[in-house]
C-alpha cells in the first residue's frame, strides 16, 4: 500500500509540468503535522537558504547545463516548500 501511495505521489502528474512533485494525501497529512514545529521549521528554514543560495549561483552560471539542472534543482525546493508551507490547507 505505501509503495502505491509513493508511486502515485511521483507519477501522479496530469501533463503539467508546474506541478513538479505531487506527494500523497499520507505525506501532505504528515507535513500538516510538521508545521509550527521547532524541528521542522529549522529544515524547512535550511531549504529556502538553499533555494536562495542556489538561485544566487544560477545567476553567476555560465555553463548552459549547469543552468537547467539549476533550475530543475530550484523548482523542485520551491515546489517542496510550497506544499510544505500550504499543507493544512492542501488536505480540505
Do not use: C, Y
Not at 30 to 35: P, R, V
Not at 44 to 68: A, F, G, H, P, S
Amino acid at each position: 500500500m505505501r509503495r502505491q501511495e509513493d508511486e502515485e505521489g511521483r507519477h501522479g502528474r496530469q501533463g503539467n509540468e508546474a506541478e513538479v512533485i505531487k506527494p500523497s494525501r499520507q505525506v501532505i497529512s504528515a507535513l500538516a503535522t510538521l508545521q509550527g514545529q521547532h524541528d521542522f521549521e529549522v529544515i524547512r528554514d535550511w531549504l529556502q537558504r538553499t533555494l536562495d543560495d542556489l538561485t544566487e549561483i544560477n545567476e553567476l552560471t555560465k555553463d548552459e547545463v549547469q543552468v537547467r539542472w539549476n533550475q530543475g534543482a530550484a523548482q523542485q525546493l520551491r515546489e517542496l516548500l510550497r506544499i510544505a508551507r500550504e499543507a493544512r490547507s492542501l488536505l480540505h
